[in-house]
Structure formats: C-alpha cells, structure tokens
C-alpha cells in the first residue's frame, strides 16, 4: 500500500472518529440534532470524495482534492472545551454581589 494511500485511509479513519465523538455529544445534548446532521453530512461528503481519490488518483489532480489529502486534522476537533466546575460556580458569587 503506497503512502497516498495510507494518508487517504488515516483521514478516512478520523472522519470517522469525528463522527462518533459528534454522536457522544449530540446523546449528552451538547449540541443540536441540525449541528449533528450538517456535521455528519459534511464528515460524510468529505470521505466519499476521499475514497473517490483514493480509487482513481489520477483523475483528481485539482488543488480541492489535494487540500482535501493535505489537511491537517487538529488536536482536538471539538468546538470548544468542557466549563470547568468553577465556571458554574460564578452565578452564585454573582448572585451574592448583587443580592447585598
């Protein structure tokens, strides 16, 4: 398996992951069912045109299809971090300021 190949498959492999940690957050109602539908359907567009290059290279020699190989996945793909425990603690002192 050439190295175009194995780069096609990682990325395959982390849209994948993006679309199960998508589901996690829609089940623990971090985001809504349209954000998850648009995410998925996005993650899914993206593989497709990804095995499509991957079954025929040759063909896809435009400047789209190589950023689509080429991009490089973040980290943490998540659009924000979890509040920390301090952070739902700053109502209450609000509440304590403006309550005085």
């Known amino acids: 398996m050439s190295d ?3 780069t096609i498959d ?3 492999r982390n849209y994948k992951r993006r679309i199960e940690r998508l ?6 109602g971090e985001i809504s069912e349209q954000s998850y539908l648009l995410s998925i359907k996005t993650l ?4 497709e045109e990804l095995r499509k290059i991957k079954e025929n290279p040759k063909a896809f020699q435009s400047p789209q299809s190589d950023s689509l190989v080429d991009e ?5 793909d998540l659009p ?3 509040p ?3 952070w739902y603690s700053v109502p209450f002192f ?3 300021i403006g309550g005085s």
């Open 10 to 12: 990682h990325k395959i």
């Open 23 to 28: 589901a996690v957050l829609l089940a623990e």
């Open 94 to 96: 609000f509440g304590l």
């Open 44 to 47: 899914e567009d993206k593989m």
């Open 80 to 82: 924000f971090e979890r």
């Open 84 to 86: 920390t425990a301090l």
């Open 4 to 6: 175009f190949s194995k």
């Open 72 to 76: 490089e996945l973040p980290d943490s």
